[in-house]
């Protein structure tokens, strides 16, 4: 019951008849470029994740700095 190999290349050129080879070459770029910038977009988006992560990290005071700070003072 599945799509044999024939049914394919009747759709395939049909579409090509349709719409023809210039239209859908351009139509792949697009594609294409869209799914590039999809991708550096999470790249992105994780890197920006990762460096607040590090920032909080870096915030964080220990209790023996809170502890030295403390016999400071006295």
Known sequence: MGISIWQLLIVLGIVILLFGTKKLRNLG????????????????????EKNQIEDQDENVIDAEEVETKDKDKV
């Open 29 to 48: 770029g697009d594609i294409g470029s869209a799914i590039k910038g999809f991708k550096s977009a999470v790249k992105e988006g994780e890197d920006t």
